[in-house]
C-alpha cells in the first residue's frame, strides 16, 4: 500500500499564526468518494447557532467551525481543541465567533473569545483522543451569545447509530453546508460519519442530533479527517462531561 499523506487539521487562516497552526497541508484527498455530499444549508434559527471562527472580525481570517452550546452563564461554545489551542503555536489569540454568518453578514454581530477550556491531556500533548474545547465569549452590545441565538444542549452518553445533522463553513465557501448522516464507530474513543465536502474550516463543526442535541464535533482522529468525505470526532462521553463540568464552574 502506498504511504498514506500527513494527516491535516480541518481549521484553516491567513495569517502565520494560523498558518502555523495548519502546518501539516489539507485536508483534502486525491481520488473518488463514494460518499454522499454536504449541500448549502439553508437558513434557520437552530443552525444559526452555528457559526465562524475568525481571526479580529467576522470578515478576518476564518479558522474553524464551532456552535452555541446551553450554559449557565449563556456564554459557551464547543469547538474542535485544535482550532483554539495546540502544541506548536499554544492558544490561537484574537478570535472571533459569528453565528449565522452568511455572504460576509453577520446578522446577529459578533462574539470574542474570552477563555478557552481544554482536557490537560490535549494541553500537554495534543492528545487526539481530547480533541475537544469549550469556549467563553465576552457579551456583545450587553447581550451573551446564547440570548441572541440560543444554545443546544449538550448530549453525551448517546453511543453510536445516531442520525445527526452536520453543519459547517467550508474556507471555500461564504455559505454553510449541511449533510444528515448516522454517526458510526471509529474506536472505543473515536466516532465517524461519511458525507463529502467538509474541508478546510469545518473543524468544530457540531453533530446535531433530531432532538437538537450536539453529540460530536468534526475534530479527533486526522484532527478531523484527511479527506472531505469521511470525518471524526471524540466519543461524547464521560470525559467531554468532565469538560464542560470545568468550563462552567
Given at each position: 500500500m502506498?504511504?498514506?499523506?500527513?494527516?491535516?487539521?480541518?481549521?484553516?487562516?491567513?495569517?502565520?499564526?494560523?498558518a502555523l497552526l495548519l502546518a501539516s497541508g489539507t485536508a483534502c484527498g486525491a481520488g473518488a468518494d463514494p460518499s454522499p455530499?454536504?449541500?448549502v444549508a439553508q437558513q434557520n434559527p437552530v443552525r444559526d447557532r452555528i457559526g465562524t471562527l475568525s481571526i479580529h472580525s467576522p470578515q478576518g481570517s476564518r479558522t474553524c467551525t464551532a456552535s452555541v452550546v446551553h450554559s449557565p452563564g449563556r456564554n459557551l461554545l464547543v469547538t474542535a481543541a485544535h482550532c483554539v489551542q495546540n502544541q506548536r503555536?499554544?492558544?490561537?489569540?484574537?478570535?472571533?465567533?459569528?453565528?449565522?454568518?452568511?455572504?460576509?453578514?453577520?446578522?446577529?454581530?459578533?462574539?470574542q473569545v474570552e477563555s478557552i477550556t481544554v482536557d490537560p491531556r490535549w494541553a500537554s500533548?495534543?492528545?487526539?483522543?481530547?480533541?475537544?474545547?469549550?469556549?467563553?465569549?465576552?457579551?456583545?452590545?450587553?447581550?451573551?451569545?446564547?440570548?441572541?441565538?440560543?444554545?443546544?444542549?449538550?448530549?453525551t452518553g448517546r453511543g453510536v447509530g445516531l442520525a445527526v445533522s452536520v453543519t459547517g463553513y467550508p474556507n471555500v465557501s461564504d455559505e454553510p453546508i449541511t449533510c444528515s448522516v448516522r454517526t458510526s464507530r471509529q474506536s472505543s474513543t473515536q466516532e465517524r460519519f461519511d458525507c463529502g465536502g467538509y474541508t478546510d474550516g469545518t473543524s468544530g463543526s457540531p453533530w446535531v442530533t433530531g432532538d437538537g442535541a450536539v453529540v460530536?464535533?468534526?475534530?479527533?482522529?486526522?484532527?478531523?479527517?484527511?479527506?472531505?468525505?469521511t470525518s471524526y470526532s471524540v466519543a461524547f462521553d464521560q470525559r467531554v462531561s468532565d469538560l464542560y463540568r470545568k468550563a462552567t464552574t
Open positions: 502506498a504511504p498514506r499523506p500527513v494527516p491535516a487539521p480541518r481549521a484553516a487562516g491567513a495569517t502565520a499564526l494560523a455530499n454536504a449541500e503555536v499554544g492558544v490561537l489569540d484574537g478570535l472571533v465567533f459569528t453565528p449565522g454568518y452568511r455572504n460576509g453578514y453577520a446578522p446577529y454581530g459578533s462574539w500533548g495534543d492528545d487526539p483522543d481530547y480533541d475537544v474545547a469549550f469556549v467563553t465569549v465576552r457579551p456583545a452590545d450587553g447581550r451573551q451569545v446564547e440570548d441572541a441565538v440560543g444554545g443546544n444542549p449538550l448530549g460530536g464535533v468534526i475534530g479527533g482522529y486526522q484532527e478531523g479527517g484527511e479527506t472531505p468525505g
